[in-house]
């Protein structure tokens, strides 16, 4: 009979336990945080490649205005 | 006596390795830039507050104190919390953000070198010398539409490659060097020499480089941002073909006194996909040289901007976030900043001296920040020119 009161005591309302979910939501908000790293160098994008001039890398080639 | 003298030198150490931060409230939330990475975070107006307090050298317990109390909760719970805020943002590590000088010892920067341009920027004449037509096609198409005769030059930079690395000299003093895979970090470095010269003003003037393309009624410049293939330069080219100026392209760097956007006298890079679209406008491009970037597999024709004025520098109307979506209906919403922050940062390379810093979140808490998708060219280019005019 007293272990059963014991136990009625430490029963909560559901607007309380609603209270009590808030709470932690909000607390857990505050841990909440974007990290955001700027480039290290200014780069144009995207990447071209370099093989370490071995190759040509790239070629240009003009265009003939006569043919299609 | 000698506890006394301890207690003042730990003190004083202390303060020596406190973290350099700023806060700037931006929208709902407060962004925290952080001296070590250069760093900025979004974080929660409170949490912020809380990270203001210990940097004032509030004790932690009076913070948890009143946090356990605002919130209900445990001091146990709160103090956790508020003790890892102090060890994150406040007690680091002082050598964790030195930056080591590059040694360049046993380098030696060749006298003639295989490849050599000279371009004209205004009235400054640049000598660039490459060690091979690779290293040189790393940086010429862009800049082709420059290029003059040979003739005598203001200064010069030399890229040749040793021991595995790509190396910049200016000058005949060694810049950087990078390996080779980092070649678009050299190509950065090239540019930012560039804007030196032409501005007149040194890496610490600028606030940034932004990945964007700038486009002026001459009065202000809208910058275009979005991941690549969303049509920033081929926007940027419609705009030029209706009337706006080009002001940069890829490579926007906006300057920290004035946080005005400075001309880069690059040519518009035209990918195959955006021909047809360009050439009505640009007949021009059907008979110019296509490179074949054999390593990034991509077929680009460079387009001379339309701005000759290589001076100009105009100050920032808005940030565009730019999307051509195939048969989407023209849309055009202001966004909250702190989603335009978060995709502006990762994208760019923002100064990471303090002042700079601080004026950065000043000058893009007073932007305005558009999204804007498109499929059809001609209502793109009448809602820019309403955003110029205000009219969203």
Known sequence: MLKNKENQSKDITRKQALKKMGTYATFAALGTMVMLNPLKAAQPSPPEGFSGGSQNGARGVRRNKNKK | ?392
């Open chain 2, 1 to 392: 006596m000698f506890y006394l003298w301890f207690f003042v030198f730990l003190k004083l150490f202390n303060l020596n390795i406190q973290a350099i931060f700023l806060l700037k409230p931006i929208d709902d939330k407060t962004v925290l830039w952080s001296s070590r990475d250069n760093q900025y975070l979004v974080l929660e107006n409170t949490t912020a507050l809380l990270v203001s307090k210990l940097s004032k050298g509030i004790d932690f317990e009076d913070i948890s104190r009143d946090l356990s109390q605002e919130l209900s909760l445990p001091i146990k719970e709160t103090a956790d919390f508020v003790l890892d805020l102090k060890k994150r943002f406040i007690d680091l590590d002082p050598t964790s953000n030195s930056n080591k000088k590059e040694s360049f010892e046993g380098v030696t920067i060749p006298g003639v070198l295989s490849v050599e341009k000279f371009y004209k920027i205004n009235n400054l004449i640049i000598k660039a010398c490459f060690d091979s037509q690779e290293a040189c096609f790393l940086i010429h198409p862009k800049f082709e539409h420059l290029e003059v005769a040979e003739q005598k030059h203001e200064f010069c930079l030399k890229t040749f490659t040793q021991n595995a690395r790509i190396f910049l000299a200016v000058e005949d003093q060694l810049i950087e060097s990078w390996p080779f895979d980092e070649a678009h970090f050299f190509q950065g470095k090239f540019s930012m020499q560039l804007i030196q010269k032409i501005h007149n003003k040194q890496e610490d003037k600028w606030l940034g480089v932004f990945h964007a393309s700038a486009v002026s009624n001459k009065n202000s410049a809208m910058l275009f941002l979005g991941d690549s293939g969303n049509g920033k330069s081929t926007s940027l080219a419609l705009l030029q073909a209706h009337g706006f100026d080009c002001i940069a392209d890829d490579f926007v760097p906006v300057d920290a006194h004035n946080q005005e956007i400075y001309s880069f006298p690059a040519a518009i890079s035209v990918k195959k996909t955006s021909l047809d679209t360009l050439l009505p406008f640009y007949p021009e491009l059907s008979d110019s040289k296509e490179y074949e970037f054999k390593v990034a597999q991509k077929m680009v024709r460079y387009l001379k901007p339309n701005n000759n004025d290589f001076s100009t520098h105009v100050p920032c109307k808005g940030l565009v976030f730019i999307k051509y979506i195939k048969d989407a209906p023209l849309s055009c919403k202001k966004i909250d900043k702190v989603t335009a922050f978060q995709k502006l940062v990762p994208d760019s390379w923002l100064s990471p001296i303090k002042e700079n810093a601080a004026i950065f979140l000043d000058w893009f808490a007073a932007l305005d920040c558009f999204e804007l998708t498109y499929s059809n060219n001609n209502e793109m280019v009448a809602q820019v020119s309403k955003l110029f005019r205000d009219e969203l």
